[in-house]
């Protein structure tokens, strides 16, 4: 307790890319608090039903029955700005207009049966979150009797997330002990997905609004659902050494009745949104993800183990059709990125793991948007019951454009984005 206490504290101020949520909508593993807390290595999923979302072929070694639960919350911020300079163009400072924070938090299930040599897999977890809150207050610069009065919000509201519900399989022949084979699929569902983009006018027009009626549009969207399918491999090349790979291949989605639609802004040669009635339904081709990771054990007398793993998302492979009055795609034709983890668990003589991990991820939007994590964590056994706990942090910082520009406005700079968040993970095994 007192590890996680300290665990906690070093993370109390603290996700980046979350404005390009319903743009970015590749496949994240749903892991285990354990496997997040080594840098969200599919090979710290050991015997866990868990694997079954990032490679079904580790989780073999399960003592018959094993349940997981795994809840998991967000806490996120938002700082938006803009240079302020003297009448001989010097730099003074930053002016913060907009800081936002919330929550967000969801919980995923696993379940798996089997031996040594094989398994069956079960879960329902969240695949992608699709939340993200941006609320500017506007006050008027009439300076009445109330002194600068709120005359209005410029707002943009996404909400909802795509579950998964996953089967699958893991087995090792018999004449190949060293290896072992698995595979899983994930049937995608959507949950009350809602998009929401304008500006909110509370009493009368004012130069500081970015329209002089009310434009916000809020929609709700249904989403068609898909199929992700998963294959994996393990390789045991020795007692101390083990490698994974692994493929994603991602379904492709529908959603009826988008409203607010992503295209390439050309100033900036980023993704914006636009509201768009017209458009019926937008098709979403998804990237696939290969995945390789190397488990070691050092021959230490207390147990110590260290993971790492490399994963290649293809990015080029992204794309979304409109479908309305005319038909238009965004297909921004990125390059393919990386993403980088490693983490170490070390137990002590008294049976408590302390765990440590870091992630680099590239964005495939702009290099500013590369986003690193650190990830630490701990467990805690009683018997059959094992309790897993994790918290990470990260900070990204990236400039854009004026979200509701004013008409007549001059920003001699783009606005900078400040961005962070933590995660606070449990997960709770129980073995039959």
């Known amino acids: 307790m007192k590890i996680l206490a300290g665990i906690l504290l070093i993370a109390s101020l603290a996700h980046g890319q979350t404005f390009y949520s319903n743009v ?30 990032s490679n079904p072929a580790v989780a073999l070694h399960m003592p018959g029955l094993r349940l997981a639960l795994t809840g998991k919350g967000w806490h996120l911020r938002e ?3 803009f240079p302020v300079q003297d009448t001989f163009g010097d730099f003074l400072t930053d002016n913060d207009y ?8 969801d919980a995923g299930f696993f379940a798996g049966y089997g031996q040594n040599t094989w398994s069956v897999l079960l879960g329902y977890t969240p695949v992608r979150n699709l939340n993200y809150i941006y609320e500017e207050e506007i006050r008027s610069a009439t300076y009445d009797y109330n002194r600068d009065p709120l005359v209005g919000y410029h707002q943009v509201t996404f909400s909802g997330q795509i579950n998964g ?3 699958g399989a893991a087995w090792s022949p018999a004449a190949f002990q060293w290896l072992q084979m698995g595979v899983s699929a994930t049937k995608l569902m959507g949950n009350r997905i809602e998009r929401g983009l304008g500006v909110t006018v509370i009493d009368r027009p004012d130069d500081r609004l970015a329209s002089d009626t009310t434009t916000y549009s809020l929609f709700d969207t249904d989403f068609q659902g898909g199929m992700d399918l998963r294959t994996g491999l393990v390789f045991n090349l020795t007692k101390r050494h083990t490698l994974q790979l692994a493929y994603t291949l991602a379904g492709e989605v529908e959603f009826e009745n988008p409203g607010v639609i992503a295209y390439m802004d050309s100033s900036l040669m980023m993704p914006a949104y636009t509201v768009d009635r017209s458009i019926v339904k937008q098709t979403v081709q998804r990237p696939n993800t290969v995945s390789m990771g190397l488990r070691y054990i050092p021959e230490n007398i207390l147990k110590t183990e260290l993971f790492a793993q490399a994963d290649l998302t293809l990015w080029g492979g992204l794309e979304n059709e409109y479908q309305g009055a005319d038909t238009t795609t965004f297909s921004p034709d990125w390059e393919h990125c990386w993403a ?8 002590f003589s008294s049976g408590i793991p302390m765990r440590a991990g870091f992630s680099y991820t590239e964005s495939p939007v ?9 990830h630490f964590g701990t467990g805690y056994q009683i018997e059959t019951l094992v309790l897993d706990l994790n918290v990470s942090w990260y900070e990204s910082i990236y400039h854009y454009n004026d979200l509701f520009p004013i008409e007549g406005e001059v920003r001699v700079a783009r606005d900078k984005v400040r961005e962070a968040g ?11």
Not at 31 to 51: D, I, M, V, Y
Not at 340 to 347: L, T, Y
């Open 24 to 53: 970015l909508l590749n496949n994240n593993p749903y892991h285990s608090a354990r496997a997040n807390a080594l840098g969200g290595t599919a090979l710290a999923e050991w015997g866990h039903p868990s694997a079954i979302t």
């Open 340 to 347: 980088f983890r490693i983490g170490a668990e070390h137990v």
């Open 165 to 167: 519900l996953s089967v």
């Open 366 to 374: 702009r290099n500013e948007l590369n986003r690193s994590e650190i």
């Open 98 to 105: 907009v800081h936002n924070r919330y929550w967000i938090s």
């Open 79 to 81: 700082r938006r700005s």
């Open 422 to 432: 933590v995660r606070v993970m449990a997960t709770l095994t129980y073995s039959l």
